[in-house]
């Protein structure tokens, strides 16, 4: 199964899990979706990368996007009013946690 497609499983999974049990998050499943998709965005950086795609290399250590000083912001995302903007920082913060697991 291609890395993308596991990634995007595991992060759609995650979240949705999430969702489920956090009251703070009622039932949105378009906005779940909408926010796992839009996460995977953040992947464009790859093409400031030569090569553009490398699956030896960490995400987290190469890319702008992926880099540590991003993740306070996708915190700040998540902590946001509006909840499909709060999806989209867990998302976030998922993706990159999910890219940095990779890197071990
Ligand atoms: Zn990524």
Redesign the pocket.
Known sequence: MPNILV?LIVNLALIGLIARFDPLFKQDKKGIVLAVFAS?L??IDHLLADPIYDPARC?ITT?PL?RWFMFPVYAGLALFRNRRVRYLGVALLL??GL?ALWCL
């Open positions: 990634h995977h953040i992947d995400s890319h992926h993706h990159v890219d």
